[in-house]
């Protein structure tokens, strides 16, 4: 998971859309909310196409609103979801210099906009021209309009708000493409390609050890890195950098880092093979891997391979482990997303009449805290989803990976977004991804080749309550009688499992280095081959 926020262990993360999204009518009725009979009169604002424009706009039309001044944007906050009302309308060729009109009560968050009390408001318009703005936010080029001052806002009686597109979202500043040691991999996988019927890329960065040039006999061990939720491949490089950098200052021992992208316009694919995604996992073990190999000095021996992620990649990571215990040496995931679905940030999946917003007593189900304190519901969380739009959200990621293809050729909801209800019959087709119970189903299987390979870091506060499907997960390792790693972190949540991630970081590559020494062949110098 991610909620628009800095990867924990490196305040950055990673994707690279391999498909591009189409504007498509969205599940509109999940967003909506229910009114009574005597609702106030819609309200209306007109939102106006700059004709500085040169051609015609499509996309998600999306108005923010908020109390008081607001100079630097109006946008959502996660960590204060009411704070901010949305309001969404599909816009389809809207000529420079039309208006369109939006109903700030027909899809919106956390209640139509005619609901709000008379004050001082600031408000901004964004098209999210690319359907994104779930996964990514604030796009470069997304068509956006300058921060207007809503002294005197009343639903009541009030002329209707004009904003206007007048400017885009700019490119955020680049990074060197030509820094040592740091190379591009861009390859087209075959078997995803054939899935979709056109080239489908994988692309990553690969960080050579600074040493690398100067021994062309050795050899080294790669560390598979994913990234968490909201990340891309321009956000992952100043991972690749700082990686580079700690090589270089003696502070991780020389190894071979490949930073992979794992994001998709429809959110993060996991690495996992998805009837939705295609076969992610699949295209990484037998293509993408054996490719890198043939191409840089890399050891190309199981107990050589790594994986580290957090997060989403956490579960990634954790997942590719548990599907392919005779490719992978060992992975360290840290806060992974739910790894037992009893405990899907708290629902439990599985649960006769299961619910995703109320608890049986009716309680809302809370999403996201800061340690004690409840900062977001579920019910908050993909409400909102729902109305910035139907692609790339955190829940419907999970739906994209998990669930079974729908009539429209979408994946099945796992639960009505307006009521919460899960679906029963969907869940089961979750099951095969229920990384607790297929370690249960399957570990005379894979105890022989998993044993020693697990290892989870979680902090018993856990911004999103992740550390409840940990804890589920450590005692089925338990009863099984496993050698596996489930560490909790005291007091620590998803952003600060320690007081210093890089330290942290350079202990798990120590860890990843020694495992590879000791197996190292006898009579065999570990780095060379």
Not at 219 to 236: D, E, K, M, S
Not at 334 to 348: A, E, K
Request: hydrophobic share 40%.
């Amino acid at each position: 998971m991610r909620f628009q926020l800095a990867h924990a262990l490196f305040a950055a993360c990673l994707p690279a859309a391999t498909l591009t999204a189409q504007p498509v009518a969205p599940l509109e009725q999940s967003a909506q909310l229910e009114r009574s009979a005597k609702a106030p009169p819609h309200l209306f604002f007109r939102v106006i196409l700059g004709r500085n424009f040169t051609e015609s706009q499509s996309g998600r039309l999306l108005l923010f609103v908020t109390k008081g001044a607001s100079a630097n944007g109006v946008d959502t906050n996660s960590f204060a979801p009411q704070a901010v009302s949305v309001a969404a309308k599909e816009v389809y060729d809207a000529a420079p210099g039309s208006s369109i009109e939006v109903d700030t009560d027909d899809v919106a968050f956390p209640a139509g906009f005619s609901s709000l009390a008379p004050g001082s408001y600031s408000a901004q318009a964004v098209l999210d021209i690319r359907h994104d703005y779930n996964y990514l936010g604030r796009s470069a080029g997304d068509p956006i309009s300058e921060v207007a001052s809503l002294d005197r806002f009343d639903p009541a009686g009030m002329a209707e708000p004009v904003l206007t597109l007048n400017s885009t979202v700019p490119e955020s500043a680049a990074s060197s493409q030509g820094e040592q040691g740091i190379h591009l991999e861009d390859f087209v996988s075959p078997a995803l390609s054939r899935f979709w019927g056109r080239p489908v890329h994988m692309r990553c960065w690969v960080v050579e050890p600074p040493g690398y040039r100067q021994h062309p006999g050795s050899h080294y061990p790669g560390v598979y890195y994913t990234h968490g939720f909201g990340g891309n491949l321009a956000r992952i490089r100043p991972v690749a950098v700082d990686v580079y950098r700690r090589m270089t200052d003696k502070k991780m021992p020389e190894m071979v880092w490949i930073l992979l992208d794992e994001s998709l316009p429809t959110g993060t694919h996991e690495f996992a093979d998805s009837v939705n995604n295609g076969p992610w996992g699949k295209a990484l073990t037998t293509e993408l891997i054996p490719h890198l190999e043939s191409r840089y000095r890399l050891d190309g021996r199981a107990g050589a391979r790594f994986l580290n992620g957090h997060s989403s990649g956490g579960w990634a990571t954790l997942w590719l482990q548990v599907t392919y215990p005779r490719f992978f040496g060992g992975t360290w995931s840290t806060s992974p997303d739910p790894s037992d679905f009893h405990d899907f940030v708290g629902p439990d999946l599985y649960a006769s009449h299961a619910n995703v917003y109320r608890r049986s007593d009716d309680s809302l189900y809370p999403v996201v805290r800061d340690h004690g304190k409840v900062i977001a519901t579920f019910e908050d969380f993909a409400r909102l989803e729902a109305v910035l739009g139907p692609y790339g959200g955190q829940l419907a990621s999970f739906e994209w990976v998990f669930s079974p293809r729908g009539p429209d050729g979408r994946p099945i909801p796992m639960f009505d977004r307006v009521t919460g209800a899960v679906d029963s019959a969907v869940v089961r087709t979750w099951e095969k991804f229920d990384i607790a119970r297929t370690l249960e189903a399957n570990w005379p299987a894979l105890a022989p080749n998993l044993n020693g390979k697990i290892h989870v870091m979680v902090g018993t506060a856990d911004t999103f309550y992740l550390d409840g499907a940990a804890h589920r997960l450590k005692a089925v390792l338990d009863r099984l009688g496993a050698t596996a790693e489930v560490a909790f972190i005291e007091g620590r949540t998803h952003f600060d499992l320690d007081a210093d991630p890089r330290a942290s970081l350079d202990q798990i590559a120590k860890r990843m280095y020694q495992t590879w020494q000791s197996n190292a062949p006898r009579g065999q110098s570990a780095n060379r081959k």
